[in-house]
C-alpha cells in the first residue's frame, strides 16, 4: 500500500454537501462518517492511521458517497487536493489520549499543532467552513464547576507532559479564531468532553473501554488514586448530533462551544457500574461462560505506577455547561451512563 491510496467511487448519487473529515478513521470520526453518509452527504476522509483503524471504516468503502485516502494531514498535495473539493472540514485528526500524550509529548505537540495550520491554511485557500475539534483539556485544572467556553484558564507547569495538550489544543484555539478574525475563515470550535462508545480502545488510557476490557477477562479493574475523581461520559452518537448540529449553523461561526454529558460520576462508582453491566450481560447470555471472579475486584493503582512518571497531575471533577449548545442548537445528550456501559460492553464481548 502506498502512502497515500485513494479508495474511490464513482459517484451516481445526488449528495447533499462535500464534507472533509480528518481523523475519520478513528473512533469519533468514524461514527460522524456514518452519520453523514447516512444524511446523504459526500464524505472524504484523510487518515493516517496511527490511531485509527481501517477496520473502523472498512465497512463503508464500497459506498458510492464515501472516498479514503490514507494520508497524514500533513501531507500537503493530499490534504490540498481533499480540501478542494470540501465545503466543509471537521477536524478531528489529533493525538489524543492521557496515557499517549504522557509518554509521547514530541508527537502530541507536533501533531496537534503543525496539523491543525495545515489544515487552517489549505482551508483558506478554498474558503471551506472548518470545524476544528478541542478537548475538555483546555479547562485545566480549574476548579469553578460546570466549565463555561469563556472561564479563565488555569494549566500547571511546563514540566509536566499532560498540560502540552491542553496548551496544544489551546493554541488550536487560538490559530482558529486568529484565521477567524483576520482572513474571514468561517471556523467552529468545539470541546469535546470524554466521549465514548463502540470502538474506542483502552490502549490510549481511555478509562471505559479499559475497565469492561478489564472485567471481561475476569481481571481486577484499575482504579488510579483513591478512584474519587469525576467525570462525565457522553455516548459518541450524541457527541456526533452536536457536531453536526453545529456544522451547518452560520450563527456558530467564530465561537467555541462545549460538547459533553452532566451526569456525573466518580472512578470508583464507574467501576462498580461496569462490573454490575458485565455481570448483566453474562446473565442474559448464559451460553458465555463468564470468566472467574478475581479475588479483589478494584485494585488502586497510584498515579505514579499507572503513568510511569512521578508528577502526574490529574483533575478532580471535570462537569461541562452545555447551555451555550443547547441555546444555538437545541443539542442535549439523550444516552445515559447506562446506554453507555451496555453498549461498550456488547461491543467488546463481541
Ligand atoms: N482512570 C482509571 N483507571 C484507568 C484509566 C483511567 O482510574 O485504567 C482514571 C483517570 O485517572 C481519570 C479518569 O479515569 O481520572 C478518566 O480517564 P480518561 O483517560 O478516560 O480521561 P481523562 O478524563 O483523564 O481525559
Request: a negative charge.
Amino acid at each position: 500500500m502506498t502512502e497515500h491510496t485513494l479508495y474511490h467511487a464513482d459517484i451516481h448519487t445526488p449528495v447533499r454537501q462535500t464534507y472533509l473529515v480528518t481523523g475519520g478513521a478513528g473512533f469519533i470520526g468514524s461514527h460522524l462518517v456514518e452519520m453523514l453518509l447516512q444524511q446523504g452527504h459526500r464524505v472524504l476522509v484523510i487518515d493516517d492511521l496511527s490511531t485509527g483503524l481501517l477496520e473502523n471504516i472498512v465497512h463503508l468503502r464500497q459506498h458510492p458517497n464515501f472516498h479514503f485516502a490514507r494520508a497524514s494531514i500533513t501531507n500537503e498535495l493530499v490534504l490540498d487536493r481533499l480540501t478542494s473539493e470540501a465545503d466543509i472540514v471537521i477536524h478531528l485528526a489529533a493525538a489524543v489520549g492521557v496515557k499517549l500524550i504522557v509518554e509521547n509529548p514530541v508527537r502530541t505537540i507536533e501533531t496537534n499543532i503543525m496539523g491543525t495550520e495545515a489544515v487552517l491554511r489549505a482551508a483558506v485557500r478554498y474558503g471551506a467552513r472548518v470545524l476544528v475539534a478541542s478537548t475538555s483539556e483546555v479547562y485545566g485544572k480549574g476548579t469553578r464547576i460546570p466549565f463555561r467556553e469563556d472561564d479563565d484558564v488555569v494549566l500547571g507547569p511546563t514540566s509536566r507532559n499532560r498540560w502540552g495538550y491542553a496548551a496544544s489544543k489551546m493554541l488550536d484555539e487560538f490559530l482558529a479564531l486568529a484565521y477567524y478574525r483576520e482572513q474571514n475563515l468561517p471556523v467552529v470550535l468545539f470541546r469535546l468532553f470524554n466521549t465514548v462508545g463502540p470502538r474506542q480502545r483502552g490502549q490510549y488510557g481511555m478509562v471505559i473501554p479499559r475497565f469492561v476490557q478489564q472485567a471481561l477477562a475476569g481481571e481486577p479493574l484499575t482504579v488510579y488514586d483513591d478512584g474519587e475523581q469525576s467525570r462525565c461520559f457522553l455516548h459518541v452518537t450524541d457527541a456526533v448530533r452536536a457536531i453536526l448540529a453545529l456544522a451547518e449553523r452560520d450563527e456558530a461561526i467564530g465561537q467555541v462551544f462545549n460538547i459533553g454529558a452532566t451526569e456525573e460520576i466518580t472512578i470508583r462508582g464507574l467501576a462498580e457500574r461496569v462490573l454490575a453491566e458485565v455481570d448483566t450481560f453474562y446473565a442474559a447470555h448464559p451460553e458465555r461462560s463468564a470468566p472467574p471472579r478475581p479475588a479483589e475486584r478494584l485494585r488502586f493503582v497510584s498515579y505514579a505506577e499507572a503513568y510511569h512518571t512521578p508528577d502526574f497531575e490529574d483533575m478532580r471533577q471535570r462537569v461541562p455547561d452545555i447551555s451555550k449548545i443547547y441555546q444555538h442548537t437545541g443539542w442535549h445528550p439523550e444516552r445515559s451512563l447506562k446506554d453507555i456501559l451496555c453498549s461498550v460492553v456488547q461491543h467488546m464481548a463481541g
